[in-house]
């Protein structure tokens, strides 16, 4: 008889049979965690993805945004406080209307990372540590690290795309940060270690390379409006910073075709020729490498026009000889 895997107590659907094509795992259901440093970075980077995973898998898709700062630094006339306060009720309504949990990294004592200043805390990497773990996700999305040093960095960003990079291993070390968290050893039960993708980032300038395409034509008004719930920064602080090529859009219904030609511009610059509107995804070793297969089959909307899936199949080719595998 073949064991039955269950998720609280309820079976697995034949949906998840099929889609994990794993029998053995205790958690069936795909679970996809967003780390990125600010709110609306998930809006500009994944919230497509996402949503069309949604749409492939229904319930049997988990989607979680954690946001590593207060965003208090984001505006020009408002003090930090009244920013982060306002910052963090745009980024509910957003999860509210995506229907995506969200949840801000606080560090073990509570208190959220202050916007430009992660990099002083020694709590960073221990509290994304914990929310890697207690979450447990198949694949993690973060910001990129440029390769080039002439790129130009939001310091939040590469905070948090090293930080990432430098948990990676010890997500599945269960003593590694027990000084901050004493009961995170627990029972030393093994935790998965996700695949760790990296988004699109502007800050990367024309180093940006992608391996995998997705195409979110069909979600691109959705992912608009998730972006318009961050008012002040699309209506307030990105016009008056003026570094996103961005003009001031008069409601929600003016900023739907914004939004495509930010993507669209996105697309030029990346040099993808195949008609519709894009999100890309570079995979890294940070984590565990998958297979060429598990990634055709887990992402929804994949391109095989828009993506370098050759490229990335020779990567991961020889990242696994490089590991013995
Ligand atoms: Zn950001």
């Known amino acids: 008889m073949v064991a039955v895997a269950r998720t609280s107590g309820r079976p697995v659907s034949p949906v998840a049979w099929r889609h994990r094509g794993c029998y053995f795992r205790d958690q069936v259901r795909m679970k996809l965690l967003f780390v990125h440093a600010h709110f609306d970075d998930y809006e500009f980077t994944a919230a497509g993805t996402f949503e069309l995973w949604h749409r492939k898998l229904g319930e049997e898709v988990e ?3 954690l946001v590593c700062t207060d965003g208090g630094a984001g505006h020009h006339r ?6 982060a306060q306002r910052r963090l009720r745009e980024q509910e309504a957003s999860a509210r209307l995506g229907n995506f949990d969200f949840r801000l990294l606080t560090d073990s004592k509570g208190v ?3 916007e430009a200043r992660l990099a002083t805390s020694p709590d960073f990497l221990p509290s994304l540590w914990r929310e890697i773990r207690d979450f447990e996700p198949d694949y993690l999305f973060c910001p990129p690290i440029p390769g080039s040093t002439l790129a130009g960095v939001h310091v939040d960003h590469l905070n948090v795309a090293e930080a990432v990079r430098s948990v990676a291993y010890m997500i599945n070390v269960p003593h590694a940060f027990t000084l901050e968290y004493p009961d995170g050893g627990g029972d030393a039960r093994p935790v998965r270690t996700p695949v760790i993708l990296n988004t699109y980032d502007g800050y990367m300038a024309g180093e940006h390379g992608h391996d995998l395409a997705i195409e979110i ?3 691109a ?7 318009w ?4 920064q699309l209506t307030e602080w990105l016009p008056w910073v003026d570094r996103h090529n961005l003009s001031t859009p008069a409601n929600a219904a003016a900023w739907r075709p914004q939004f495509r030609d930010v993507v669209a511009r996105r697309k030029r610059a ?6 519709g509107l894009f999100e ?3 995979v890294t070793a940070w984590g565990t490498v998958p297979r060429m297969e598990q990634l055709i089959r887990d992402f929804p909307a994949l391109s095989a026009g828009a993506s370098a899936l050759d490229r990335l199949a020779a990567r991961l080719d020889e990242w696994r000889a490089s590991s013995g595998e």
């Open 63 to 65: 989607r979680r945004v």
């Open 78 to 83: 408002m003090n930090r406080e009244e920013t």
């Open 112 to 114: 959220a990372f202050p």
């Open 217 to 219: 034509t069909e979600v």
């Open 221 to 227: 008004d959705l992912v608009a409006d998730l972006a």
């Open 229 to 232: 719930c961050h008012t002040s």
């Open 270 to 275: 990346l040099r993808i020729e195949v008609q």
């Open 280 to 282: 890309v995804f570079l």
